[in-house]
């Protein structure tokens, strides 16, 4: 069975830093690109980033681009997102996905960015 | 960037009804490289489409997309309840990938 499990997330005060996880299991991390995704509260989704399977490729949407850093360790099937410089506005719900067309998600984690 | 538009925002039907669902690219999707996600309340979202027109594993063939270029399509045919929920389209031929802004599929 493939599972993707989030980690990390919580209450983080503006200008403040956090480190999402997300554990795979039931398939070869490896072999994948993975995908970083968020959901604002009653918003829609919007796609932060991508890192291919060996690491040699990372993107990001603009809007995090500087701040959030994608990275992973297949060996530990585990990918990670370092976010920095936090503020409201990335309060959201945080999924990790699997490939190109995001074939399965992880339940997501809840980042919480406050004073 | 490849903006993704679905209409409509909100799509009222009942049990049995089939729902008709469009997303429109702002340019030309490359390989018809668009994929189809539903997320039930206080769920992940779940892929049900890909490569425009594929269901993805375990997706009744009630499910099914059509499209090229830039205009495709979500039918749902004989809704059953556990369909109404809200349905994403997104590119991933190009770099943004981007998601459409969601249609909510309700009772």
């Known amino acids: 069975e493939v599972r993707l499990v989030e980690s990390g997330g919580g209450l983080v005060k503006p200008g403040g830093s956090l480190r999402l996880s997300c554990e795979v299991s039931?398939?070869?991390?490896?072999?994948?690109?993975m995908n970083w995704v968020r959901q604002a509260p009653g918003k829609g989704l919007e796609w932060l980033s991508s890192?291919?399977?060996?690491?040699?490729?990372?993107y990001y949407a603009d809007s995090v681009k500087g701040r959030f850093t994608s990275s992973r360790d297949n060996a530990e099937n585990s990918l990670y997102l370092h976010m920095t410089r936090l503020s409201a506005e990335d309060t959201a719900v945080y999924y990790c996905?699997?490939?190109?067309?995001?074939?399965?998600w992880g339940q997501g984690t809840l980042v919480t960015v406050s004073s | 960037d490849i903006v993704l538009t679905q209409s409509p925002g909100t799509l009222s039907l009942s049990p049995g009804e089939t729902a008709t669902l469009s997303c429109r690219a702002s340019q030309s999707v490359s390989g018809s490289s668009l994929a189809w996600y539903q997320q039930r309340p206080g769920q992940a979202p779940r892929l049900i489409i890909y490569g425009a027109s594929n269901r993805a594993n375990g997706i009744p063939d009630r499910f099914s997309g059509s499209g090229s270029g830039t205009d495709f399509t979500l039918a749902i045919s004989r809704l059953e309840p556990e369909d109404f929920a809200v349905y994403y389209c997104?590119?991933?031929?190009?770099?943004?990938?981007?998601f459409g802004q969601g249609t909510k599929v309700e009772i």
């Open positions: 890192i291919s399977s060996t690491s040699s490729y990372i």
């Open positions: 996905a699997s490939g190109n067309t995001l074939d399965f």
């Open positions: 997104r590119q991933y031929g190009s770099s943004p990938r981007t």
């Open positions: 039931g398939f070869t991390l490896s072999r994948y690109w």
